[in-house]
């Protein structure tokens, strides 16, 4: 399998503290999570950045205890801190609700079209499913995920990582594990317009994966992943380095904006 130099677009640093996941903004902006994991608790906080990188706030939202995964669905803004599960208004960033979560390590989520949310884990090795009624359960009704962690929706399917990176039919259930076995310790994945899988391996490489013999390394100094965003429009994969406390863009060529 090819493995790639990664062409650096841009590399932010500055204010970050230990910084975990980025998404991109429906106005093109990006949002990056800081869990700051050896400060006191409230100290965690959300950063703005503009496409290229720049500060336009360290802290549009601040007083958070260990902001981890993050999603949006329209104009809701919703982050999962500290096994709770906070919404926010967006653009405003104003506080509409909290959730208390079933689980112990509560990492990652995502939101389906219909408000249900799916959250991962990693203590408990399950996903559990939030509907917008506030009910909560055990997706598929068992622990099946070991050391859930990266999540994401595409089409009808939910794609869960972990100790491997799995497929689960939503309408039907049925869960199949995907990849070859070294591709394991799943944190980010996201997906590509033409449907190619990104996934970054906690503190590796950025993954683009469209089959078992479809799979292309992208790694080069200072990649050393958290939960990576992708910003289409941009054509950049966003990958926040945790402990050494940057947030790398990496072009992705052949894609739209390329």
């Given at each position: 399998?090819?493995?790639?130099?990664?062409?650096?677009?841009?590399?932010?640093?500055?204010?970050?503290?230990?910084?975990?996941?980025?998404?991109?903004?429906?106005?093109?902006?990006?949002?990056?999570?800081?869990?700051?994991?050896?400060?006191?608790?409230?100290?965690?906080?959300?950063?703005?950045?503009?496409?290229?990188?720049?500060?336009?706030?360290?802290?549009?939202?601040?007083?958070?205890?260990?902001?981890?995964?993050?999603?949006m669905l329209g104009q809701r803004l919703?982050?999962?801190?500290?096994?709770?599960?906070?919404?926010?208004?967006?653009?405003?960033?104003?506080?509409?609700?909290?959730?208390?979560?079933?689980?112990?390590?509560?990492?990652?989520?995502?939101?389906?079209?219909?408000?249900?949310?799916?959250?991962?884990?990693?203590?408990?090795?399950?996903?559990?499913?939030?509907?917008?009624?506030?009910?909560?359960?055990?997706?598929?009704?068992?622990?099946?995920?070991?050391?859930?962690?990266?999540?994401?929706?595409?089409?009808?399917?939910?794609?869960?990582?972990?100790?491997?990176?799995?497929?689960?039919?939503?309408?039907?259930?049925?869960?199949?594990?995907?990849?070859?076995?070294?591709?394991?310790?799943?944190?980010?994945?996201?997906?590509?317009?033409?449907?190619?899988?990104?996934?970054?391996?906690?503190?590796?490489?950025?993954?683009?994966?469209?089959?078992?013999?479809?799979?292309?390394?992208?790694?080069?100094?200072?990649?050393?992943?958290?939960?990576?965003?992708?910003?289409?429009?941009?054509?950049?994969?966003?990958?926040?380095?945790?402990?050494?406390?940057?947030?790398?863009?990496?072009?992705?060529?052949?894609?739209?904006?390329?």
């Amino acid at each position: 399998m090819p493995r790639i130099e990664a062409d650096i677009a841009w590399v932010a640093e500055g204010e970050f503290c230990d910084p975990e996941t980025v998404i991109a903004l429906p106005d093109g902006n990006l949002l990056v999570s800081n869990v700051c994991v050896s400060r006191p608790q409230s100290s965690g906080f959300l950063s703005l950045l503009n496409a290229a990188g720049e500060p336009l706030a360290w802290r549009v939202v601040d007083g958070l205890d260990a902001p981890l995964g993050m999603a949006m669905l329209g104009q809701r803004l919703y982050v999962i801190d500290k096994n709770r599960l906070k919404i926010f208004d967006w653009p405003n960033y104003e506080l509409q609700k909290t959730i208390d979560l079933d689980t112990t390590v509560a990492n990652d989520l995502a939101v389906a079209s219909d408000g249900t949310v799916y959250v991962t884990d990693t203590a408990k090795h399950k996903v559990i499913r939030l509907q917008p009624d506030g009910s909560q359960s055990v997706l598929t009704g068992e622990v099946r995920f070991p050391g859930a962690n990266g999540i994401a929706i595409a089409g009808g399917d939910l794609y869960i990582g972990g100790k491997r990176l799995w497929r689960l039919n939503l309408p039907g259930g049925a869960v199949e594990t995907l990849g070859p076995e070294w591709l394991a310790d799943i944190d980010g994945i996201e997906f590509e317009t033409d449907g190619t899988m990104q996934v970054t391996p906690v503190a590796g490489p950025l993954v683009r994966f469209r089959g078992d013999d479809d799979i292309e390394i992208i790694e080069g100094p200072g990649i050393s992943s958290a939960n990576h965003g992708y910003a289409a429009s941009l054509g950049l994969a966003l990958i926040p380095t945790g402990y050494d406390n940057t947030v790398i863009a990496v072009r992705i060529t052949g894609t739209a904006a390329n």
